[in-house]
Every structure is written in structure tokens, then in C-alpha cells.
């Protein structure tokens, strides 16, 4: 193989020839066709390959790296090849010989998504794909892929696990430099195990393409800086009787010990109004698992009590109390605290829409803490 970067106009011929030689002996008909997948969302010979299922391995490979270069996907989908094969020495040296981007971007690993259209999950692989226009499209028009996804991984690395040695009790985000918000009934059940000092947030918990875990790192909560209760209501099976007040926005705000491998950035409080069937993305650790995107298209049911709570269908689980909501766009919009606990099977999921935490955070002083 010709050892020089990948030129600005593409690999020759050669050199494609060159590497559809080195991927056959690393990779089985099977292995290409989830590797395409994961790169692009799409499948090998539907949407690349046609009804060539005869061609040999290496014509087959040869045949896709040239539909890549035309589509300017080629990084992308040997970005895919580095981190599957991490004991080819000789297949991601050369990957990075021509593309030397490759070793940073493959770190990167796939986002878990939950698809879901009104409540109702549909199937969707894990991988983190450009191939996911075609599944959000009818919550976003023409939706820039690549400024999506550099949301979503910053989004991301913002959500946490708040948890007590032992025991994942939610979710949190920063909501500035050292500031996580998250539910005050996740707060107190750390206070009920007598365990509130050793309230932390894990940071970058996640699972990797090849199934293994990171377990991401902790930070400690130096302090409860400020919260607001939930209604007694919402602790019974009649959530909406009586109504909630305006100070009852089941909230806490943390203050932490500075957070490795910031900046971060911060998830701003300030999201627009949602309407009725809108979509929503829910990023959460249902039941302290690893962090998820949970992606409905058609979610919203609407607000509730003159604003002080919002209705949706979107899934959540245990352990997703403090998830933040956000539109297709990732504006926040709600603080998910809720799902209905008055009949089986439930009927939706609530929360706190964030302008009322927000103007409540700053009228009580605490505004300094927040990001911009």
C-alpha cells in the first residue's frame, strides 16, 4: 500500500486496491456487513453493493471503498475498522498511515439509542450512524447530520450517574463548570441511607462497540446548594390531585469538586415551548445502566397544571429520575422526575419544564453557578 495520506481528492486506485487487499484478510462477509452499518446506517448490498452477493470478498470490499470515496465516507467507515480490530497492528497502522484522524475519532464510542414513535420502541441496532437521518426525519427537516452527532457526543459527555458507593440512584447534567442538576427525590434517597456525604457523579459511564464497559470516573458532591420538593401527590397514585405548586418542582442543584476533562461545556436552562407530538430526546442511565439516548419522534402530550409539569410518552426506566429532555435540536426543555403510577400499564412520563427551574434557581441566588 502507498504509505502517504489519503490526498484531498481521494485515494487512487492503487492505493484502494491496496487496502480492499489488507481488509479481506481481516474481515469476514459478516464483520463487513455490521462494520457498514455502523459507519453509515445502511445496508451493505441494499444500499451500496446491489445484488453483487457473489462477488468475492475482496471484490466486494473494492467495490464499496470506491462508493466511499465518491461519498466522501471512507474516514468514516475505517474509523469503524480501527476500534473493531484493536489487535491489528498491521490494519490500523495502515488506516492511520492514510488517515491519521482515525485514532482520535474512533475513542469516540457508538451512542446507545432507544427509538421510539409515541411510546412504542422500534428497532434500531446500536451504533452511532449517520444513516439515523432517515429514522429522525419526521422530527427534523433536513437535519445536518454531522452538527447533530457533535451535539450529541457533547451531550453525552455532560450526563452523569448520580450514585452512592453501591447504588446508582438516577440521573444529572451539568448545568454549569461544577453544577449538576438532578431530582431532589433522587438526593433524598441517598439522605435515607444515610449516605448523602458520599453523594457522587460518575461521569462517561458507557459501553463500547466491542460490548465492554468504561466505567467513566466519580466526582464528589461537595454540597446540596439548592432543592425543591416534588408534590405530596406525586408520591401516590393520584399524581394530579391536588395539583402542584409553584415551589414544588422536585429539583436539586450540586455543587461538585472540579470534574476531569473539562471543559465540558454545560447544558444551557433556557429551551423554547414544545408542542403537542413533538419529539424528544431523553438521555438517561435507566436502571444505573450505561448512559442511553432514548429517541421518540412523536412524544409530547403536552403541559399540564398552568406549565408546571409536561406530558410525554417517551420511554424512561428506574434510575432515569433527573434525565434531561431536549428537542430534536438538544435544547433542554424538561427535567424528567415522573411516570404515571396510577394504572398498569402506564399511560406517560412527566417533568419539570426547565424555565420554572430556572427561574426558580435565580430568584433564590444561585445564578453565579449556572453556565451561560
Known sequence: MNDAPAPAGGLSPQALDGLAKLLTRTLELNDLKRMVYLATGDDLFADYLGAHTDDPL?????KLLKVFEQQGTTERFLTVVYRERPFK?????AIVQLYPDVAGLSAQAPVDFRLQVAGANQPLPAGAAPGLQKNISPALQAPDVSVWLDKLEAVRRQVCRVEIPGQPLGTGFLVGRTAVLTNRHVVEEARKAAAEPSLKCRFDYRRLSNGSLEAGFEVAVLKVVDESPCSPAERTAAPDNPPPKPDELDYALLQLADVPGSPRGVVAMVGPPVQVDQALII??????????FTIDT????GYKHDGLRLRYRANTDAGSSGSPCFTMDFDLVALHHL????????TFNQGIPI???????????????LGP
Open 339 to 346: 411516570g404515571d403510577p396510577g394504572r398498569p400499564p402506564p
Open 355 to 369: 424555565r420554572q427551574i430556572y427561574a426558580s434557581i435565580t430568584s433564590r441566588g444561585h445564578s453565579a453557578l
Open 283 to 292: 438521555v438517561q442511565h435507566p436502571k444505573g445502566d450505561p448512559v442511553r
Open 298 to 301: 412523536k412524544a409530547v402530550e
Open 89 to 93: 497492528a498491521d490494519v490500523r497502522g
Open 58 to 62: 475482496r471484490i466486494m470490499i473494492f
